[in-house]
């Protein structure tokens, strides 16, 4: 199985800060890794697919790049509603698999 | 406008059987691979395993860990996805998914449902 590791696995920052989380793959996968936010008690949201591509109605502030096993997710100046856990996955092989998470809080 | 909506969980004994739906709506069901995600409380997901569309003979992957006490399976006429789960243990215990890829084929997840929470426990 193909294992992603997000790090760090708290991140504390002040609103107004940019950050990049990061996720390394166990092995090369291109760039077939997707990011998600999860608020507490709701769904995950898809907020990046491909490692860089967009997705429509997410705001511009989020940003992602990577290929092979490096992959980072980049939130521009974070704001309020940011803060949540953001998780990778990979979609190169079965069986999919997801990260452990990066939990960004308030400093 | 995608809808996805689950139901079917609750409290169950270990070692036994339950089945989840989920009912889709808001697009051509027959067009998409359809998928079952779990998450226990305060941890990552976890892929289960899809279901193919109809182009792809609406056959089915498991993840291992659970491949031959869970089953997947569709009801095209009523727009429904199903996850049959058999002996159940408690680290079953999650929130399970049903989620759909934003496009007919790809591995991942544009939309997820609400979750339906299971618990196994005596």
């Known amino acids: 199985d193909i294992v992603l590791t997000q790090s760090p696995a708290t991140l504390s920052v002040t609103p107004g800060e940019s950050v990049s989380l990061s996720c390394r793959a166990s092995?090369?996968?291109?760039?077939?890794i997707h990011w998600y936010q999860q608020k507490s008690n709701e769904s995950p949201r898809l907020l990046i697919k491909?490692?860089?591509q967009s997705i429509s109605g997410i705001p511009s502030r989020f940003s992602g790049s990577g290929s092979g096993t490096d992959f980072t997710l980049s939130i521009n100046r974070v704001e309020s509603e940011d803060f949540s856990v953001y998780y990778c996955?990979?979609?190169?092989?079965?069986?999919?698999?997801f990260g452990s998470g990066t939990k960004l809080e308030i400093k | 406008e995608v809808k996805l909506l689950e139901s079917g969980g609750g409290l169950v004994q270990p070692g036994s059987s339950m089945r989840l739906s989920c009912a889709a709506s808001?697009?051509?069901?027959?067009?998409?691979?359809m998928y079952w995600i779990r998450q226990p409380a305060g941890k990552a997901p976890e892929w289960l395993g899809f279901?193919?569309?109809?182009?792809?003979?609406?056959?089915?992957e498991y993840n291992p860990s659970v491949k031959g006490r869970f089953t997947i399976s569709r009801d095209n006429t009523q727009n429904m996805l199903y996850l049959q789960m058999n002996t159940l243990r408690a680290e079953d215990t999650a929130t399970y998914y049903c989620?759909?890829?934003?496009?007919?084929?790809?591995?991942?997840?544009?939309?997820w449902g609400q979750g339906t929470l299971v618990t196994v426990s005596s």
């Open positions: 808001g697009f051509t069901f027959t067009d998409f691979y």
């Open positions: 996955q990979q979609s190169y092989t079965l069986p999919l698999t």
């Open positions: 491909y490692a860089s």
């Open positions: 092995q090369g996968i291109t760039t077939s």
């Open positions: 279901i193919r569309n109809k182009a792809n003979g609406y056959t089915t």
């Open positions: 989620a759909r890829c934003g496009t007919p084929v790809a591995h991942w997840f544009a939309y």
